[in-house]
């Protein structure tokens, strides 16, 4: 199994994967508060040849959902250029947050914005589209499962990718035992961990990340999360105890 770390945006990736003995390693193409389209990478050969496998994060002011045109269609551009600089480094996959919209009216619209997004990409994407649960919203794509299950009855036919971030779902107020089964159950697949503690309460509708040993779950479920869904996993914890939550993850899963 890939265990691995979210390096930041000064970080050479692959050098920095290397050193924290990481087999996967996930970046961001842009500043992720910003609208800017990915540069071509510096190193992208040199991170293509890399053994440390890649992923790309898709920038968090991008929506997919959302029915205001000038969000949504700057979004599936962004969607299309990370994925476009995605395939340039090798990567495995390109996560987008599932998104949401602003009430109960336009739910559906949102469901099927992300339909759109699949069925106007002509030629499909050149790596796969990793949709990420989120913590908080009322009207989120895929905040709660029964959301995600919506969402896949809208994109399922193109084949998707999922990303369950542990913190997230914690958040959000899903159960975590058994979480794996019951996303696959409607995914029929998970690509990528995103393994995070919580910083909040369960169904909090925060979205704080925590180092492992920190914070509000029990960090041997997130052991057992890992391993149950046999993909890469990624941490996203806080930089002060990313070594000592790699070693534990490590260790962990060996044991
Ligand atoms: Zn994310």
């Known amino acids: 199994?890939?265990?691995?770390?979210?390096?930041?945006?000064?970080?050479?990736?692959?050098?920095?994967?290397e050193a924290l003995g990481a087999d996967i390693v996930q970046l961001f193409l842009s500043d992720p508060?910003?609208?800017?389209?990915?540069?071509?990478?510096?190193?992208?050969?040199?991170?293509?040849a890399s053994p440390v496998a890649t992923v790309v994060h898709a920038p968090?002011?991008?929506?997919?959902?959302?029915?205001?045109?000038?969000?949504?269609?700057?979004?599936?551009?962004?969607?299309?250029?990370?994925?476009?600089?995605?395939?340039?480094?090798?990567?495995?996959?390109?996560?987008?947050?599932?998104g949401h919209v602003r009430d109960a009216d336009e739910v559906d619209a949102g469901f099927d914005n992300w339909r759109k997004l699949f069925?106007?990409?002509?030629?499909?994407?050149?790596?796969?589209?990793?949709?990420?649960?989120?913590?908080?919203?009322?009207?989120?794509?895929?905040?709660?499962?029964?959301?995600?299950a919506r969402l896949w009855d809208a994109i399922g036919e193109f084949d998707p990718g999922f990303c369950l971030d542990t913190c997230h779902a914690w958040a959000a107020g899903e159960e975590l035992d058994g979480i794996v089964d019951r996303v696959t159950a409607i995914t029929?697949?998970?690509d990528l961990v995103h393994l995070n503690n919580s910083?909040?309460?369960?169904?909090?509708?925060?979205?704080?990340?925590?180092?492992?040993?920190?914070?509000?779950?029990?960090?041997t479920v997130l052991v057992e999360i890992a391993r149950a869904a046999d993909a890469p996993v990624v941490l996203e914890t806080p930089g002060?105890?990313?070594?000592?939550?790699?070693?534990?993850?490590?260790?962990?899963l060996d044991a």
């Open 1 to 17: 199994m890939r265990v691995g770390v979210h390096v930041r945006q000064d970080d050479d990736p692959t050098a920095t994967g």
């Open 33 to 48: 508060q910003k609208w800017n389209a990915p540069k071509p990478h510096p190193k992208a050969a040199e991170i293509r």
């Open 60 to 98: 968090y002011v991008l929506n997919v959902a959302s029915l205001n045109n000038r969000l949504r269609i700057p979004s599936r551009k962004s969607v299309a250029q990370h994925a476009e600089g995605a395939a340039d480094i090798g990567a495995i996959g390109l996560v987008v947050h599932g």
């Open 119 to 148: 069925e106007r990409q002509e030629g499909g994407f050149p790596v796969p589209i990793l949709v990420e649960n989120t913590a908080g919203g009322d009207f989120a794509m895929a905040r709660y499962l029964e959301s995600v």
């Open 188 to 190: 029929g697949r998970i």
């Open 199 to 219: 910083r909040d309460e369960f169904d909090s509708a925060r979205d704080r990340h925590e180092n492992l040993a920190d914070g509000t779950i029990d960090r």
């Open 240 to 252: 002060i105890g990313l070594e000592e939550d790699l070693d534990y993850l490590r260790g962990a």
